[in-house]
């Protein structure tokens, strides 16, 4: 099974939940941290890493002598990867999806392929191989995480229980992070910039036609905005996190939900079986 974290917005606590599903689990776990920009859940899983891949992608590279000058690969890519003033294109290798398109219309030939460096994925464990973790940095000044994020998701097996960190938001990057999961837990706070995002979020997993929960994060502070707005669109409340002075200290010290507040390691626990009975239901 694959279960997915994201959230509307950031500060939620994506990652407080991310983190202790994993440590929850009671059979092998891997965890996959596809939030690229700023994947922070080795901070609190502590893995031992084996080793560093870099991510590469193909740009592409024009030869003069060949080319024409037509403009024809500048107006067909659609990401401005490509400009053209009559004179061999620009290319703009940070703004590039490498679909290839460029040299496919390219009446000369002109256009080859050269590998570009984008990130990088670190694999390492901990809890004695129990955890094992896989985690996406983009490179500094980068601007396309989908290449990373689907890096990391190339090395995921539907054999293991897998937990997704995504990325914040709604925008390519988390529903990069999101294709393939079997269940979406979107993390949320009782706040009017929560309730915001959250509706945001829920649009979004629906378009993907995924089934989700929500999770609310300091529960018993703000309003019950969330609380109404799931009852109405008949969304299911999957756990109710307290406020607690005690876990932002544990945080801050790269603790855990469960040294904090360690009842709740038993209800994190039964998510897994509980998404499980959910799923066969459906």
């Not at 929560?194 to 945001?200: A, Q």
């Not at 009852?231 to 200290?249: C, D, F, G, N, T």
């Amino acid at each position: 099974m694959r279960i997915a974290v994201a959230s509307g917005k950031g500060g939620t606590g994506k990652t407080t939940v991310a983190v202790a599903l994993t440590l929850a689990s009671q059979e092998p776990v891997v965890y996959a941290d596809c939030d690229v920009e700023e994947p922070n859940g080795s901070i609190f899983l502590r893995p031992e890493i084996t080793n560093v891949e870099k991510v590469l992608v193909d740009v592409p590279m024009i030869d003069e002598a060949k080319c024409k000058a037509c403009g024809d690969c500048a107006r067909f890519c659609q990401f401005n990867a490509l400009v053209s003033f009559n004179t061999p294109p620009l290319v703009f290798s940070d703004l590039c999806h490498s679909c290839g398109g460029c040299a496919i219309v390219c009446p000369t030939g002109a256009i080859s392929w050269k590998k570009v460096p984008v990130g990088e994925i670190s694999f390492g464990s901990s809890d004695g191989g129990r955890i094992s973790v896989v985690q996406g940095k983009l490179a500094v000044g980068g601007s396309l995480a989908p290449p990373v994020i689907r890096k990391v998701k190339s090395y995921l097996s539907d054999n293991v229980f897998t937990v997704v960190d995504s990325p914040p938001g709604t925008s390519c990057p988390v529903i990069e992070s999101l294709r393939e999961a079997d269940y979406v837990l979107l993390v949320t706070e009782p706040t009017p910039f929560g309730l915001h995002d959250l509706k945001l979020a829920v649009e979004t997993v629906r378009e993907l036609d995924t089934l989700f929960s929500v999770i609310i994060n300091r529960f018993d502070e703000g309003d019950s905005g969330v609380e109404q707005y799931c009852e109405e669109e008949k969304i299911h409340i999957m756990v109710k996190i307290p406020h607690s002075r005690l876990m932002a200290e544990t945080y801050s010290r790269g603790g855990n939900l469960f040294d904090a507040i360690p009842e709740l390691r038993e209800v994190f626990r039964d998510i897994p079986l509980i998404i499980q009975r959910g799923v066969e239901a459906q």
